[in-house]
């Protein structure tokens, strides 16, 4: 996937937060933020994590995108392959599988670990594209939450390679059909916990329509899917209501 820079191992400005009341962590989640100028300070990303880091009492872990805050390597302004996402589908993966080896090492007697695979707009894309190596069977079946995933955008984003993100998040309802599955699920996806999407009202027409396909898609019976009232894609003033609803949605499993 991508070219060039975009493969690079770069150094990402990482925050790796524990419960704040000192207990040890009952499950790991990450957490990408979106693009264009966003950082892991963005309200979506930073009160999901206060709100699974203390209410839910996870490990915590963010991060900011290449070229954002101080991490290193280029932007999405200044390289091809981090514009079409393959930079941050690669960050995603390898944040998720040394966050997990961590865990593992910090908390070796754990089991049945919960996890969770989260992102906003452009992070949505790469948290989607994302699968929890099955080398931790120490971790449960991911839980993915999926915020204001940026469907009219995906093709600029993506370019020729939007079809193969959208069939990613389908492939996690139907249990089957993403090309880019990792070679070592030998074809078949993995179990999945619950998918999640949260989005405003105000997001443009097409994203209703890619939520009807996922709809009719929902082969495993994981999916919720909720719009909030009044919220745009930035969510400005109305952030609160992705914790109010994702707390209703993990309230009711």
Request: hydrophobic fraction near 35%; charge should be neutral; aromatic fraction near 12%.
């Amino acid at each position: 996937m991508g070219q060039g820079t975009s493969h690079m191992e770069v150094r990402l400005e990482t925050r790796v937060e524990n419960p704040t009341n000192g207990k040890e962590p009952q499950g790991l989640a990450l957490i990408a933020h979106g693009r264009l100028g966003g950082t892991f300070d963005q309200p979506p990303v930073r009160l999901l994590a206060e709100y699974l880091r203390d209410k839910r009492q996870m490990r915590v872990v963010t991060w900011n995108a290449r070229g954002m805050g101080r991490s290193e390597g280029g932007n999405e302004w200044t390289d091809f392959g981090t514009w079409t996402g393959d930079a941050g589908i690669s960050d995603y993966h390898r944040m998720l599988r040394e966050s997990m080896t961590t865990y593992v090492k910090d908390f070796p007697d754990a089991h049945s670990i919960p996890l969770f695979l989260c992102g906003y707009s452009a992070g949505a894309i790469f948290a989607g594209c994302t699968r929890p190596s099955p080398s931790f069977p120490q971790f449960s079946p991911a839980h993915y939450i999926l915020i204001s995933y940026p469907v009219d955008l995906n093709p600029i984003i993506g370019l020729h390679k939007t079809g193969s993100y959208y069939r990613s998040v389908e492939a996690l309802i139907q249990g089957f059909g993403w090309e880019n599955l990792p070679a070592e699920f030998h074809g078949k996806e993995p179990e999945v916990a619950g998918v999640f999407t949260v989005t405003g009202q105000f997001e443009a027409l097409f994203y209703y329509v890619w939520t009807g396909i996922l709809k009719g898609k929902d082969a495993r019976n994981i999916l919720t899917q909720v719009v909030v009232p009044g919220a745009e894609h930035d969510w400005k003033g109305k952030a609160p209501c992705i914790v109010a609803e994702v707390d209703k949605w993990l309230s009711n499993r």
